[in-house]
């Protein structure tokens, strides 16, 4: 059985939506413009997709527009998708994936911006890919971004361009690929707490293009835990993009 779900909203008020679906091959396209919406996804079983394929499609792309909006989305199962451009200025995401063989990529203010933004991760399961990237050229004022990951052979990527990042996250779990890019900020920080054998960790922190502005006070901070062996570990900060 195959279902899908086309939604276009052009709001001026809230509205709450929820979705559920427990067959294979769910889809949800998506294209949203407007402020002050709570939107509820709630995708389980196999195959589940938001947005298309990948970023070449142009018509059932994932398109998430407006300010001081809520989405939460729970995809539960193996093989499920997510994909799509979303921008959104003081809002909230809240995710929840239950899988393995999941794969998430999605761009977070790359046309527009994605200021005072809160997101926050819970992700279960193996061999996962997730590439998120949050601002484009420091188009993001401020994030806050907290993550928990349990499972084994994920690889997780993240870019980060904001002018103030505090990007938190917890991964318990093995043989685990963990990429993030602090970027082009005046404060940035990063706490991080891993637990686990055989993992790949590497930690980019750099403020600002060309150092930090005459006259402002920039910091960037690192404080990880790692409870770990047989790891590679590389962590490079810098005050400046060279």
């Known amino acids: 059985m195959r279902n899908k779900l086309f939604i276009t909203l052009c709001l001026s008020l809230g509205l709450t939506g929820f979705v559920s679906a427990a067959a294979d091959d769910n889809e949800i396209w998506l294209q ?31 398109i998430l527009t407006g300010a001081t909006n809520s989405l939460t989305l729970l995809q539960d199962g193996d093989n499920n998708k997510l994909f799509g451009p979303f921008l959104a200025d003081s809002s909230t995401v809240n995710l929840t994936f239950t899988g ?11 046309v527009g911006s994605a200021d005072n933004l809160n997101m926050l991760g819970v992700i279960t399961g193996d061999s996962n890919t997730f590439d998120i990237d949050v601002g484009y050229d420091a188009s993001a004022e401020y994030l806050n971004w907290d993550l928990a990951l349990t499972g084994d052979s994920n ?12 990007w938190n996250w917890t991964i318990t779990g093995s043989s ?21 054998s055989t993992n790949d960790i590497d930690i980019i922190q750099k403020s600002g293009t060309t150092g930090c502005p005459t006259g402002q006070s920039c910091s960037g901070i690192i404080d990880v835990s790692f409870v770990t062996s047989n790891a590679n570990i590389d962590i490079v900060q810098k005050d400046s993009g060279e």
């Not at 196999?46 to 990948?54: F, H, L, S």
């Not at 690889?155 to 505090?166: L, P, R, Y």
């Open 155 to 166: 690889v997780f990527t993240t870019k980060i361009d904001s002018d103030n990042a505090v």
């Open 100 to 110: 393995d063989s999941n794969s998430m990529d999605w761009n977070v203010g790359y």
């Open 176 to 196: 685990n690929d963990i990429n993030t890019n602090q970027s082009d900020a005046t404060d940035n920080s990063i706490t991080a707490v891993l637990t686990g």
């Open 32 to 62: 949203q413009s407007g402020d002050n919406l709570v939107l509820d996804f709630t995708q389980r079983g196999y195959g589940n997709k938001v947005g298309g394929d990948d970023f070449s499609g142009t018509s059932i792309d994932m």
